[in-house]
């Protein structure tokens, strides 16, 4: 069984900044991409940022140059801080990670979702 909890949402002001976890447990063998989608009301889920195990990283364009993304594979957990936060960043924010357990494989990778975190920044 694999889970994926986020934690470090809130509420916070335009201009201010919050960092966003994940951390991946269970029995896992070997995990690919992390990344950070987001969801707004009434809006389809988006990507937000992504990184690989050797640590190249991807962005949406909305959010570069304000948001790192960074992940610590020893404790199987990645990072999200997001600076300058601006109203149109408020969103449910999901962690995804597809993952290799114990059980299937190190050739098997499966895409696991975290249940999300809410992320409102008022004006």
């Known amino acids: 069984q694999v889970q994926l909890v986020e934690s470090g949402g809130g509420l916070v002001q335009a201009g201010g900044s919050l960092r966003l976890s994940c951390a991946a447990s269970?029995?896992?063998?070997?995990?690919?991409?992390m990344g950070w989608y987001r969801q707004a009301p009434g809006k389809q889920r988006e990507l937000v940022a992504a990184?690989?195990?050797?640590?190249?990283?991807n962005y949406a364009d909305s959010v570069k140059g304000r948001f790192t993304i960074s992940r610590d594979n020893a404790k199987n957990t990645a990072y999200l801080q997001m600076n300058s936060l601006k109203p149109e960043d408020t969103a449910v924010y999901y962690c995804?990670?597809?993952?290799?357990?114990?059980?299937?494989?190190?050739?098997?990778?499966?895409?696991?979702w975290g249940q999300g975190t809410q992320v409102t920044v008022s004006s």
């Open positions: 995804n990670a597809d993952i290799a357990t114990v059980v299937r494989g190190p050739h098997y990778y499966v895409r696991y």
């Open positions: 269970g029995s896992i063998f070997s995990i690919n991409v």
């Open positions: 990184i690989v195990g050797g640590g190249n990283t």
